[in-house]
């Protein structure tokens, strides 16, 4: 897989996160800074590393798994995987200028 595909991907993937929102604040999960790290490998598989909120979040079980599903579906990518992790732990400083702005925060 050359550069360009890579970004492709990575740019549909993040199209894809943009849609999914945390259930408790009215901003999609990219924008929160609830992704660490999205890798895509030479065979087109994903990593995602996210994390929650609060490690009491209650879609902690559910929000992985939605990323997960919806990231699957993305077009050219073989398989997709989501690593869940507390480290660093979230907070504030993580939003994005656009969620800070959402928020009321700016």
């Known amino acids: ?11 549909n993937v993040i199209t894809v996160l943009r849609t999914i929102f945390d259930p408790e604040i009215p901003v999609d999960i990219y ?19 996210m994390t929650l909120t609060s490690p009491n979040c209650p879609v902690a079980e559910s929000l992985p798994a939605e990323v997960k599903e919806k990231v699957g ?19 504030q400083s993580m939003l994005s200028e656009e969620a800070k702005l959402e928020l009321g925060f700016l």
């Not at 924008?31 to 590393?49: F, R």
């Open 31 to 49: 924008e929160l800074g609830l992704i660490y790290e999205i890798a895509i490998s030479d065979d087109a598989d994903v990593k995602i590393v």
């Open 73 to 91: 579906l993305v077009k050219n990518i073989r398989s997709a995987d989501v690593e869940l992790t507390f480290e660093p732990p979230w907070d």
């Open 1 to 11: 897989m050359n550069t360009e595909q890579r970004h492709a991907i990575e740019a």
